[in-house]
């Protein structure tokens, strides 16, 4: 890996490879410390209480991510950005019971004007594929997950990172049960279904705004709707096949994401909503089922659907 100068990488502070001792296991892949406490936390840690084993796999270590808690904007945080965030990381995997790996590469930055700039040099977004998936099949192959969750082909919103994401997970979905591809990764292993995660759509953010007008609530949703008015011609909604029961888990989602405390403002629009708005308007986490190797019916109110009776026998 090439690292851009002005990039000092810490040390790593990966848990080891879990051995899968436990029948149900889960991987969720991210493209940046932060994503995974954003979208299908409440999920992971209702699973890891419930005795599964739940490993999240972080691409990049978001070293070019902004500041954007403005209490965390000193030269102290900013000097030692990527030291933080990898610290910040082992807060909030601890807080969801998670096992987490940093896979190696460099974020990419989210680049911004007109014309958009270029990525830089050695970033993970502009590695070549096979270079970028090798170190998720080997995860896969070691952690050995009957469940993938990631982003949908335009990575949930434009990051480079986050479209990268998604390719190398398809990748790995696709690759790690095939003896012949990525040799010196370990054994093959075919995990079972791939799901891409839906957590920011239409019906959702709808519910969780009448619910605070209902309530008398001032709701921060408005311009939302201002913005798929504005993008609703140029992206698919991501259909969703599988809705997951965790409302009893959104307290520890937020402890996760306030975790984040360089990325996460306390006062920000995330907290905006009460978590009893959220738990009686939409109680669950959503996602598409987009690979598959077990029967499933739909809608799905369970990942392991279809995998359970599998791995009991």
């Known amino acids: 890996m090439m690292v851009p100068r002005g990039i000092r990488l810490p040390a790593a502070t990966n848990d080891p490879v879990v051995p899968p001792s436990k029948p149900l296991r889960l991987m969720a892949v991210h493209a940046h410390p932060d994503d995974e406490s954003s979208k299908g936390a409440a999920t992971m840690a209702r699973y890891v209480r419930e ?27 900013r000097d030692n950005l990527p030291r933080i965030r990898r610290e910040e990381m082992a807060r909030a995997r601890e807080i969801l019971g998670v096992h987490q790996q940093f896979l190696g590469f460099v974020d990419s930055g989210l680049p911004e004007g007109d014309p958009l700039p270029p990525l830089p040099d050695g970033c993970f977004a502009l590695q070549p594929l096979e270079k970028a998936a090798g170190p998720l099949v080997r995860a896969v192959r070691e952690f050995r997950p009957h469940v993938i969750l990631t982003y949908d082909e335009e990575g949930g919103y434009p990051h480079p990172d986050h479209i990268k994401t998604h390719q190398v997970a398809v990748e790995a979905f696709e690759a790690a049960a095939d003896p012949d591809r990525y040799p010196g990764t370990g054994d093959p292993w075919q995990p079972l279904k791939l799901y891409y995660f839906a957590t920011f ?53 937020d402890q996760a994401l306030l975790a984040h405390a360089t990325q996460i403002d306390p006062d920000s629009s995330w907290f905006a909503c009460p978590v009893e708005v959220q738990r009686a308007a ?18 799905e109110d369970d990942l392991f659907a279809g995998i359970r009776e599998r791995v009991s026998r």
């Not at 999240?56 to 904007?73: Q, Y």
């Open 51 to 77: 005795g599964a084993e739940v490993m999240v796999a972080t691409l990049t270590g978001g070293e070019r991510g902004d500041i954007l808690n403005k209490a965390m904007e000193r030269p102290d945080v």
């Open 201 to 253: 759509h239409k019906d959702r953010i709808t519910a969780l705004h009448e619910e605070m007008l209902e309530r008398g609530l001032e709701s921060p949703y408005a311009e939302w709707f201002k913005r798929w008015e504005e993008q609703e011609s140029d992206r698919k909604p991501v259909e969703i096949t599988s809705r997951v029961q965790c409302a009893d888990y959104f307290p520890i989602r």
């Open 282 to 299: 939409w109680p669950t986490e959503d996602y598409h089922l987009a690979r598959s190797v077990v029967d499933a019916e739909f809608p």
